[in-house]
């Protein structure tokens, strides 16, 4: 089987040769700088400094020397920013900053610093509904976005891959997070719903435009979207089951109906971290295909729970192996066990990507990394 073939495979929940792996088709699946250039040294490749392709997450463009190695099945694009142009990055005496297209500022700590934190968010001011009609929003269709675009697509289709192409933004919670400020849209879900629906509404409405125009020009050569939002926390949703059922889901079958008339082919796939299990129902119900990055050590995420469950609808991209203690802080042979673990509920009947739960984060280990792939070659097969 070709790589689009394993992938396209499991996605229709029918068994391939082998579990497909995916490493880096999209924001949400990919590797830390730090962590990739250990990954190099590991597997004997030439040291080489890492284009960061992700500035907030400060991840890094898995070169194609690295896919061979370890086998990779997927590779994706997002668009870039109007000006197609890495934000300006300032510094004071210790920190690093940038503000992005939507007006978000964020800063890195210069000493032991690995991400790009928010700082300053634009519209802490806005007041009314009428605020946000008035506010001077990106522009999702600008001509530069697409540049390159059907090129990479074609080529990936050309090798015999999987392309993702990814969205605009995050989903309506995060861009009311950062855009209000988290006490401020939590406060505005809670007393002030016309101006949280307003914002909810523009970011649909912007997600709307793009995806019509973007799967208008390589719709043909896409396989998979990449949409998400993070709804979850450890323990529970980060809003009621309620409200999400009122103002969220709504909103998200409009999205993922648009798409889906623009492009019926493709397979939606839909990232949210945390302790969802309670409306993935509702996400099923709104069109979501694939579910990403199953974070399985979060309360109600069993694995064979949510494979027994859900997984006649939805694959599983993601979820192999859990990235906030066994990945960074066991041993190798911990990691082969979870690993096992989680091929074995998963896998049976296709619907399952292999991926860690969200990016390899810096504190990564390369050994580990080696005997998650390892593990996955030995014990993946069907």
Not at 107 to 134: H, L, T, W
Not at 251 to 275: E, M, T, Y
Not at 327 to 348: H, I, N, S, W, Y
Request: negative net charge.
């Amino acid at each position: 089987m070709t790589s689009r073939e394993r992938l396209l495979t499991t996605l229709r929940h029918q068994e391939p040769d082998r579990v497909p792996y995916d490493l880096s088709s999209s924001p949400v699946t990919g590797i830390h700088h730090i962590a990739y250039r250990r990954l190099r040294k590991a597997l004997g490749l030439p040291d080489r400094e890492p284009f960061i392709w992700h500035l907030m997450q400060q991840l890094a463009w898995v070169d194609e020397d690295v896919h061979d190695a370890l086998q990779t099945d997927a590779r994706g694009l997002r668009p870039d920013g109007p000006s197609s142009e890495t934000p300006e990055i300032t510094e004071d005496a210790y920190f690093f900053y940038y503000t992005d297209e939507w007006g978000i500022t964020r800063r890195r700590q210069k000493q032991d610093g690995y991400y790009f934190d928010i700082c300053a968010s634009p519209m802490v001011n806005v007041e009314s509904p009428a605020d946000v009609q008035r506010w001077p929003f990106p522009d999702p269709i600008h001509e530069s976005r697409f540049i390159g675009l059907r090129d990479r697509a074609e080529r990936t289709r050309a090798a015999g891959q999987l392309f993702v192409l990814g969205g605009i933004s995050a989903g309506m919670l995060e861009m009311g997070l950062w855009l209000r400020g988290f006490e401020n849209f939590f406060c505005d879900l809670g007393g002030n719903r016309p101006l949280a629906e307003a914002l909810c509404d523009k970011i649909i409405e912007l997600k709307m435009r793009y995806w019509e125009k973007a799967l208008a020009l390589v719709g043909d050569v896409v396989d998979v979207v990449q949409e998400g939002d993070d709804y979850g926390g450890q323990h529970d949703l980060l809003v009621s089951p309620q409200l999400w059922r009122e103002l969220f889901k709504p909103r998200l079958c409009q999205l993922i109906g648009h798409i889906k008339q623009c492009a019926p082919h493709v397979f939606v796939f839909f990232h949210s971290c945390g302790s969802i299990y309670e409306i993935l129902p509702g996400l099923i119900e709104a069109g979501v295909d694939i579910l990403n990055p199953v974070q399985v050590a979060c309360a109600n995420m069993r694995s064979d729970r949510l494979k027994r469950e859900f997984g006649d609808s939805l694959t599983f991209w993601g979820g192999g192996v859990d990235t906030q203690r066994i990945l960074p802080c066991g041993t190798p042979q911990q990691v082969r066990d979870e690993v096992k673990r989680r091929v074995a509920d998963f896998a049976p009947g296709g619907g399952f990507v292999f991926n860690t739960v969200h990016n390899i984060q810096a504190d990564v280990p390369p050994e580990n990394i080696l005997a998650m792939r390892e593990t996955l070659q030995e014990f993946g097969s069907y």
